[in-house]
């Protein structure tokens, strides 16, 4: 399976953006997509994370309710964020993983079997 984010860009504070992250190829036992960011020289970070209904959401702390992550479909996921700030200003990655989860407060990302390119977010 790959992943291919869209969406990303330069916004001004308090303008949204809405990333998309399509998968293809065999999905298989892929039923979680998974939203994290990274910031030069850190490490990834769990942001959002949904499960392969939809019906089950799973944020990170200080996320919501700025930022909401939803299904298309099986193969689609994206991530509203509305009122953004400077400090969301990174690269965000899209990731599929078996299943969904929440470790002290931060989605998780160590069930993470494929990982997106990315897409760069910039808030001035």
């Known amino acids: 399976v790959q992943l291919v984010e869209s969406g990303g860009g330069s916004v001004e504070a308090g303008r949204s953006l809405r990333l998309f992250c399509a998968a293809s190829g065999y999905i298989g036992n892929m039923n979680c997509m998974i939203w994290a960011r990274q910031d030069p020289g850190k490490d990834r970070k769990g942001v959002a994370a949904?499960?392969?209904?939809?019906?089950?959401t799973f944020y990170s702390e200080n996320i919501r309710p700025r930022f909401t992550i939803s299904r298309v479909n099986k193969t689609t996921a994206y991530l509203q964020m509305n009122d953004l700030a400077p400090g969301d200003t990174s690269r965000y990655i899209c990731a599929a993983a078996p299943r969904c989860s929440v470790v002290a407060g931060l989605v998780g990302l160590a069930d993470v079997r494929v990982w997106g390119q990315g897409t760069q977010v910039t808030v001035s």
């Open positions: 949904i499960d392969a209904s939809g019906g089950a």
